[in-house]
């Protein structure tokens, strides 16, 4: 049974970091892609980050990159999503999500349940 779980989320003060962990079980990680996208109050869920199987390729939405960095952990079935100088427009619900190669809009095949992430001024 494939399971992904998110954790790492928070309240945090604009400018400041928080990092995201997406543990996978069962037989998917290390042929998957994983992807971060985010949903925010009344808006329709975006695309963040996403990484190959093979850690090898990285994608980012513009209005991340240079902020987030995404990055796999083969031994411990971990993806992370490390986020620097966060602003109050990322809060957000953010899930992990895998398909079997990175498409940004999907569809996925797998999901998460969610990590609220809060940025306050």
């Known amino acids: 049974q494939v399971q992904l779980i998110e954790s790492g989320g928070g309240l945090v003060q604009a400018g400041g970091s928080l990092r995201l962990s997406c543990a996978v079980s069962g037989q998917i990680f290390n042929s998957y892609a994983i992807a971060w996208l985010r949903q925010a109050p009344g808006q329709e869920r975006e695309f963040v980050a996403a990484?190959?199987?093979?850690?090898?390729?990285?994608y980012y939405a513009d209005s991340v990159k240079g902020r987030f960095t995404i990055s796999r952990d083969d031994a411990k079935n971990t993806v992370y999503l490390k986020m620097n100088s966060l602003k109050p427009e990322d809060t957000a619900v953010y899930y992990c999500?895998?398909?079997?190669?990175?498409?940004?809009?999907?569809?996925?095949?797998?999901w998460g349940q969610g990590t609220q992430v809060t940025v306050s001024l």
């Open positions: 990484i190959n199987w093979s850690g090898s390729s990285t």
């Open positions: 999500a895998a398909r079997p190669s990175v498409v940004v809009d999907g569809p996925y095949d797998y």
